[in-house]
């Protein structure tokens, strides 16, 4: 079975400007989870859709935000894009929302982002 | 094991030699922990995973062990093929409290032929 699929791969943008990255989730997977990847911070999550509802947010300002859809396709918003928000967005898919319990996330290979 | 600035701890092993990598990992409470590798390019992949009342598991080639005394967990590859150099994170998942996976800073693994 397909994957997860987020789009675009690579992006430029300037400072100010926003952005909106998009993730498709593996079929049948409910839960949607957005991680920023960069080499200082490592991996830090951002936030978790669970049909349709914010679940869990990370420790990022107002300007990052996020929104899934009925068929639990996600995307995420960054507006007033800064140099430090340049980055791997990483979307991962589950079966199951975190407080379910052990649960493996199966990662899109990411959209590259990066601010000028 | 946990990174400075940009630079990665950097695990450099000949082709068929045995891999051993170390992570640290900060909260006593957490019950669960999963490793993954990330090559060069794509997102990270699930490798195996163990829980807290567990001290060692078992998967293809790969065995994790967890010393919960020292908040320690390792990850081993047998007959390390060049295939398996990559970026190799743990992460730990508190159950009490957002359930939601931390990752360390990860290692990278280089096999050499």
């Known amino acids: 079975k397909a994957g997860v699929t987020q789009t675009p791969r690579y992006l430029i943008k300037t400072r100010g400007q926003q952005v909106t990255l998009s993730c498709s989730p593996i079929?049948?997977?409910?839960?949607v989870s957005w991680y920023q990847q960069t080499p200082g911070q490592g991996l830090q999550f951002l936030f978790e859709?669970?049909?349709?509802?914010?679940?869990n947010k990370g420790n990022f300002p107002g300007r990052f935000s996020g929104r899934q859809f009925s068929n639990s396709r996600s995307e995420m918003n960054v507006s007033t894009l800064e140099l430090g928000d340049s980055a791997l967005y990483l979307c991962?898919?589950?079966?199951?929302?975190?407080?379910?319990?052990?649960?493996?996330?199966?990662f899109g290979a990411g959209s590259r982002l990066t601010v000028l | 094991g946990e990174s400075v600035g940009l630079h990665l701890p950097t695990l450099s092993v000949q082709e068929g030699d045995n891999s051993i990598i170390n992570c640290a990992y900060s909260?006593?409470?957490?019950?669960?922990f999963i490793w993954y590798k990330q090559e060069s390019g794509k997102g990270p992949q699930f490798i195996i995973d163990?829980?807290?009342n567990m001290d060692k598991r078992q998967g293809q080639r790969v065995t994790v062990l967890l010393n919960k005394t020292v908040k320690h967990l390792s990850l081993q590859i047998a007959a390390t093929q060049p295939g398996d150099s990559a970026v190799y994170f743990c992460?730990?998942?508190w159950g009490g409290g957002s359930y939601i996976p931390t990752f360390g800073r990860g290692t990278s693994l280089i096999v050499h032929p």
């Open positions: 991962a898919s589950s079966l199951r929302d975190s407080l379910s319990g052990a649960n493996v996330l199966t």
């Open positions: 079929s049948g997977h409910r839960s």
């Open positions: 859709y669970f049909s349709e509802t914010q679940r």
């Open positions: 909260n006593s409470a957490s019950d669960y």
């Open positions: 163990i829980r807290s």
């Open positions: 992460a730990e998942r």
